[in-house]
């Protein structure tokens, strides 16, 4: 079966980075488009990226875009979210997402499976 299974998390101050990793099993990595979506306390779900198979395409809100790095090493079935100059406003549940398809404002119903998500705190 699909597992998504994400790390990386913790406290971090403003201004910090922190990486995050997916370990992805159950299916053919290199095949599927993966992104992160994250959700702030009391908030509804958020969009943070979107990765094509081959890793070739990224895609980003503004309010992330410059800050974070959506990658992939398909040979280790394994996504990355290096994460910089982090804000408070980045305090979230952090979610690796497979499916839906790379694109720009991809919405969180179209994803097919999801891990149990980490989370990031922002905080001095």
């Known amino acids: 079966q699909v597992q998504l299974v994400e790390s990386g998390g913790g406290l971090v101050q403003p201004g910090g980075s922190l990486r995050l990793s997916c370990a992805a099993s159950g299916f053919t990595f290199s095949s599927y488009s993966m992104g992160w979506v994250r959700q702030a306390p009391g908030m509804g779900l958020d969009w943070v990226s979107d990765i094509d198979g081959g890793g070739g395409r990224t895609y980003y809100p503004d309010s992330v875009k410059g800050r974070f790095t959506i990658s992939r090493d398909n040979a280790k079935n394994t996504l990355y979210l290096p994460m910089n100059s982090l804000k408070p406003g980045d305090t979230s549940v952090y979610y690796c997402?497979?499916?839906?398809?790379?694109?720009?404002?991809?919405?969180?119903?179209?994803?097919?499976?999801w891990g149990q998500g980490t989370q990031v705190t922002v905080s001095s």
């Open positions: 997402v497979e499916g839906g398809g790379a694109k720009y404002g991809s919405s969180w119903f179209e994803y097919d499976y």
